[in-house]
């Protein structure tokens, strides 16, 4: 599978999880939960007021871009525009993945 592949495959599992977390809302009987959920940033698939869930979505959607970045354009891409220290930017590299 190609990483374009996956980014599909895991942007489709997030629009998915996305859907339910609304739907979940209108079936608790809490439409106004609802409409606030599907009317969020569509950048950002669950808000994050919504405990743990909110900022686990923030980042994994950076690392999949990220990784997807630096795949198609190299390891140099981050060497050049990393304005933090060499370690930070070796952890930053590593968990983005060869």
Do not use: C, K, N, Q
């Not at 871009?65 to 354009?73: A, E, I, M, W």
């Amino acid at each position: 599978m190609s990483s374009l592949d996956w980014l599909l495959v895991s942007l489709a599992f997030f629009v998915l999880l996305y859907g339910a977390a609304v739907a979940l809302f209108l079936v608790a009987g809490r439409s106004e939960g609802a409409r606030a959920l599907a009317a969020s940033s569509p950048i950002d698939l669950i808000p994050d007021f919504v405990p743990v869930a909110g900022h686990l979505d923030d980042a994994i959607v950076t690392a999949l871009t990220l990784r997807f970045v630096l795949r198609g354009r190299g390891p140099d891409l981050l060497v050049e525009h990393w304005p933090g220290p060499p370690e930070g930017r070796r952890v930053i590299a590593r968990l983005a993945g060869p």
